[in-house]
């Protein structure tokens, strides 16, 4: 009877144990979170001009649903992670280490994680066993649609490497990389758009600050990032996005972009954006316009640089529903995002280009000789700022967005000293109600 007693005593002990294991496992841990506003702009990051973005998300176990879960990189804490909740950070080109574990647990585990610049990466925080996983694009969005960003990531981290100090990459120094993102503007503030994803829409955005061996041009990397920003706002998947700067972007890389990458994907239903952000140049024999890539020398520009007639070509080839054609850019040699083979001047009289094919419509930030011109107190080009104010205050189609910003531009541009109009083809009229970016 005694043994009985004892074996029911027994039992009642294990079931307590196991119960009262039960609540701890379920009591959930948190987390101060970010706001909704800084929640939606974290998810519609792009990485910053030659660095690439990495988030880390946990998503919802029974076990260790108390525990709160560190990531660290490069021996920086960058947050702790409860259920449902995510991480952003910005990183250096190269190899890094990143630590994860429970927050008052055994020595975190590691991984090391190689980047690219303009690339992001998706990680999953595993629990049961602990473990970092790489991830599509696909299935951490679709994962991240209900997470919450935590606090700690608002202002994403720069981690630059292993021995480098992290540092906030809106309060870096005047010498670090970066520092351009510290001038802000109205349009730096994404939209609340969120459009219905887009899965038959792509978009090749080029941008090019910092060239091989020719002078800056002035925002570009802003401009492009922001550009990709704002289009996986209005639906662009980021797989379907096509975004290469400075270094990324040689003559190689645009060929390879335009006239491999994109036709691989357009089929008749798509809708096409080609937006490019640098210098232009004119040949000067012929007075033809060229985009001037990362490696571009404007006194090779028939081997080195990318001509616009080239481009138009290979578009209009597309079987595409409607190609966008954006260029922040000009091909006088005259200044601004232009430049010239030496002992050359800028040209008066350019080469006269083709009216697109009915399907594509060309915006550009000037017209003949003009220069395209930048803002310090903006960050950006003139031009694409108020093509992205456009949008941001709920200009629908293309025409609409030429007919906002024209002015604008010019009377920006004429407080400059500067003559720069805007260009459509075809005329704005021709185009109302089509290359719709916004429903």
Known sequence: MTLGNNMKKKISYMVLLLVMLSM???ACASVPVASPEMDMKAKNMTPPPGKALLYVYRSAVF????????????GN??????????????????????????????????RSLTVEAGTTYYAELSVFPTDLLMVSEDTARKAMVAYALIYESEEPILVTSAKAKSTNIDSASSTNPTAALKTRSDIDELPAIMSEPKDNAFAVVIGIE?????????????DAALVKSYLKSLGFQERNIDFIVDERATKTDVEKSLEAWLPNRATKDSLIIVYFSGHGAPEPATGEAYMVPYDGDPNYLPVTGYPLKRL???????????????????????????????????????????APPAHMAVLTATQGSQISTSSPDKGHGVFTYYFLKALKDGKKNIAEIYDYLKPLVEDE???MNVQQTPSLSPDATQLKKR???MR
């Open 24 to 26: 701890l496992l379920s």
């Open 63 to 74: 076990v260790s649903s108390g525990v709160l879960y560190k990531i660290i990189v490069d």
């Open 77 to 110: 804490t960058i947050g702790a992670l409860a259920e449902r909740t995510y991480l952003t950070v910005v990183l250096e080109p190269g190899k890094h280490r990143i630590n994860f574990g429970a927050e008052h647990g055994a020595t975190p585990a590691a």
């Open 210 to 222: 910092n060239y091989r061996s020719l002078p800056k041009s002035d925002y570009s990397g802003n």
């Open 312 to 354: 138009y070509a290979r578009l209009a080839k597309l079987e595409a529903k409607e190609i966008i054609v954006v260029l922040d850019s000009c091909f006088s040699g005259a200044g601004g995002r232009s430049v010239l083979a030496k002992g050359t001047r800028p040209l008066v009289m350019m080469a006269a280009t083709e």
């Open 413 to 415: 541009a004429k407080a």
């Open 435 to 437: 290359f719709v970016l």
